[in-house]
């Protein structure tokens, strides 16, 4: 059991892992392109839109995260309200309205429906220059809903899997389409993830390694997830050749993108029981929260305690064991803090 000194030593041990250069992994002309897309109009121009579509896991919101907070672009829009949201596919609009509401310093409204919400923050929006990024937006209709920069000089840039939302005739929207890595790019994620220093990758294991990250297609998420999950794994072949065959077998029959990226990802989740053989079960948890929202380790918590997963008798400390576990998550890539 750890105490929680021990707790906080771990997870200073840990942030050599989520402070990896990501950003030298083909991020850097993404950010070059929509830099410029976001900066070639002055505080007086007409409000415009930025889209950056890709399918899931290729990296969309680690590139939108890098633009709000780009230089170049706090410059650019120095005066500028900046907001941040996370839309997510089945967003609750007027809980997204509320914040917003209490973004530009207003007072949130319970009671008001939708359309008349939406007015009185367009009449807001329209008073003040704002950069507001719209991060994973689904659905035409729920662009529409969070149509609301529309001040001098103000910018829409967001995030989407939908083609068609970066089509629409009005807006004309500004398109940054994002692809997945190099084959030599991939290598050298994986690698990071997996083998630490990456420059430590044993001959034996080479060519499974390889053949490991290329099963990833490109794609950032599923290349991180996998390498953590094969990280400590360097003895033998044996370790290795059962799990590149799941992989492999994964995309045997015809399937969509998304569900090729969730195996990979299921792949990661059923070995999260090497390590400890409560994480299966904290990270289903997550499940009782709404997509996408801000969880407090204090809640997260309980729902543990209460089904046994973290210890609450006398003289354990529980929160030192939350705090492992959750570590443990996000060492392996499941969560984000």
Known sequence: MLNLKEARECDEALQEVHDLPQSTFGLESYVERVETLLTSEGKNAAPRYVGVCGMGGVGKTLLLQRLYGSRKVHGHFQEAKFIWRTVGQTPDIMALYRSLSEELGLQPELNANPEDYKLKLHSQFRRRRVFLVLDDVWQDKTFDTLDLAKGKGSVTLFSTRN????????????QEHMTPLSKEDSWRLFCVHAFRPPSNVPCQLKALAQSMAEECQGLPLALKVI????????????????????????????????????????????????DDWRLNDCFLYFAAFPEDSKIFLKSILWYWIGEGSVPAYHGDEPRADAFYLLNKLWERSFIET
């Open 163 to 174: 083609q068609s939302l970066l089509e629409r005739a009005s807006p004309q929207i500004s």
């Open 227 to 274: 390498g953590r999950a094969m990280f400590g794994k360097t003895s033998c072949e044996l370790q290795w050749e059962p799990l590149l065959k799941k992989l492999r077998e994964s995309r045997m029959q015809e399937r969509t993108v998304e569900v090729e990226l969730y195996e990979r990802l299921k792949l990661g989740y059923d070995l999260l029981c090497e």
